[in-house]
């Protein structure tokens, strides 16, 4: 027969329920308050605890808020887990939490301050409003980026025309975020912006109109003065008069230079606004000289006109 103390401790274990401990999540990577930047990219690391079971028995969960931030996975097999989050304007907390394989959990909830970034500041320097440009003449792309958390070099930027759509023109800033390039526009009023993106996906642009004329004209030009094959005794000065003129620019945006076959160049002389050129000289050699006079406007363009002029002994 059984005996009855024997037959009641049977009974007392077949009623035992076993305990099971929560298990523990703390963060390690930030303090409470930690200060992090907007918009940038925050490894935020942690360690889970149990027990009861091994870290491959636990899931752990990130949490923005109440948004799930990293999907549930199982911790590494030190407990140790992490997450990268983009750190928006409006988070203030990250949580880290942690459940067994009975559903048991833990958490470690983090305060978190967020320091609002900047976006880029961007200055175009070239092309100008009021400047001349051709739609047969490379223009001159130039300007500045920077960001008052990113490197230039670090910055994203591109040249944009609303007629012509973004411009195949080299805007790669360098490591003081200075822009330059080149490149062609098509004939019309353009507005050129330059944009910059900062690692964090902040904009910044500048803005320029501009109008772009049909292909350049050479300049025109007559020598008036003196009249072809005049000549003089040495060391008379010889005032030499002509015109230039450019449909596309003033006159006096033009530059004119003196040349004589025998003696080389004689010097310069800057029309007026009205096209008059006036150039006096005194040095001829004793000699019959072709002497020209070459006119070149703003981008590079020129004309010609010569007479022959005789300098003899008095």
């Known amino acids: ?25 703390e963060i390690t990577s930030h303090g409470d ?4 930047f907007e918009g940038f990219v925050e490894t935020f690391r942690g360690s889970v605890t149990d027990p009861d079971n091994s870290p491959e028995d636990l899931t752990v969960l990130w949490y923005v808020g109440t948004e799930e931030a990293c999907a549930a996975a199982t911790p590494e097999s030190d407990g140790t887990t992490s997450c990268d989050i983009v ?6 907390e990250i949580t880290l939490e942690v459940r067994d394989d009975q559903n048991a959990a833990g958490s470690d909830v983090l305060e978190i301050t967020v320091i609002p970034t900047e976006s880029p500041e961007v200055v175009i320097f070239t092309p100008e409003t009021g400047g001349v440009y051709y739609s047969d003449q490379k223009l001159t792309f130039s300007g500045q980026v920077s960001d008052g958390e990113d490197s230039g070099e670090d910055l994203i930027a591109y040249w944009e025309s609303d007629i012509d759509g973004e411009l195949d023109v080299d805007a790669e800033p360098n490591a003081d975020g200075e822009v330059s390039g080149y490149g062609y526009l098509t004939e019309g009023e353009h507005a050129i912006e330059l944009h910059a993106e900062d690692t964090t996906g902040k904009t910044g642009l500048d803005s320029v109109l501009i109008n772009v004329g049909p292909p350049n004209s ?4 007559a ?7 005049a000549a003089d005794e040495e060391g008379v000065t010889v005032i030499f008069e002509g015109t230039a003129s450019d449909v596309d620019v003033s006159a ?3 530059s004119v230079v003196w040349s004589s076959d025998k003696d080389g160049d004689l010097g310069e002389s800057t029309p007026t606004s009205s096209g008059d050129v006036t150039f006096a000289w005194s040095d001829l050699t004793v000699n019959t000289h072709v002497v020209t006079m070459l006119v070149t406007d703003e981008v590079g363009s020129t004309c010609s006109d010569s007479l022959v002029y005789t300098v003899g002994e008095p």
């Open 1 to 25: 027969a059984f005996s009855p103390v024997f037959f009641l401790a049977c009974q007392k274990d077949d009623g035992l329920t076993a305990f099971n401990a929560e298990p523990e999540a």
């Open 33 to 36: 308050g930690a200060e992090v």
């Open 87 to 92: 750190i928006g304007e409006d988070y203030t």
């Open 218 to 221: 050479a300049p025109t030009c």
């Open 223 to 229: 020598i008036t003065a003196p009249e072809d094959g």
């Open 252 to 254: 006096d945006w033009l």
